[in-house]
C-alpha cells in the first residue's frame, strides 16, 4: 500500500531545464554574493585592531553591509525582488529606519552606561 501523505516535491516541478539552471545559477550567485561580502567582513575585522582610530568607520561599514546583506536576502529569498519598486521601498524602508533606530539607541545607551559607570562605579 502507497502512502498518500508523503508529497516528493521535486517531482512536481513544472519548469523546464534551462529554468531550473537559471534558478540554480540565481542561488549559486547569491550565495557567492553573500560569501565575499561576509569575507570582506572577516577580513577587516581582523585586520583593524579596536584601538585603531579608525575602528568607529570599520563598524558603520559593518552596519551597513549587514543591512545591505538582509536586505538583499529579502529581495532574493523572499521574492521581493520581483515585485513593483514601490512595493520594495514600502518594505524595505521601515526596516531600514527600524534598524538604524535601534542602532542609534543601542550607541546612545552605551555611552550613557559608560560615563555612568566612569562618574559614579568605576
Known amino acids: ?12 516541478t513544472h519548469h523546464s531545464e534551462e529554468a531550473g539552471k537559471k534558478i540554480r545559477r540565481k542561488i549559486w550567485l547569491v550565495t557567492a554574493i553573500l560569501t565575499v561580502i561576509t569575507a570582506f567582513e572577516v577580513a577587516v575585522g581582523a585586520l583593524v585592531h579596536q584601538d585603531s582610530p579608525s575602528w568607529w568607520i570599520v563598524k558603520l561599514v559593518f552596519i551597513a553591509l549587514t543591512l545591505l546583506k538582509a536586505g538583499y536576502i529579502v529581495l532574493v529569498f523572499m521574492h521581493l525582488g520581483d515585485e513593483r519598486k514601490i512595493l520594495k521601498y ?16 543601542a ?3 552605551a555611552n550613557a552606561v559608560h560615563t555612568a559607570w566612569e562618574t559614579y562605579g568605576g
Open 1 to 12: 500500500m502507497e502512502r498518500d501523505d508523503i508529497i516528493e516535491y521535486s517531482l512536481d
Open 90 to 105: 514600502c518594505i524595505l524602508v521601515p526596516y531600514f529606519i527600524f534598524i538604524i533606530y535601534l542602532i542609534f539607541i
Open 107 to 109: 550607541l546612545t545607551e
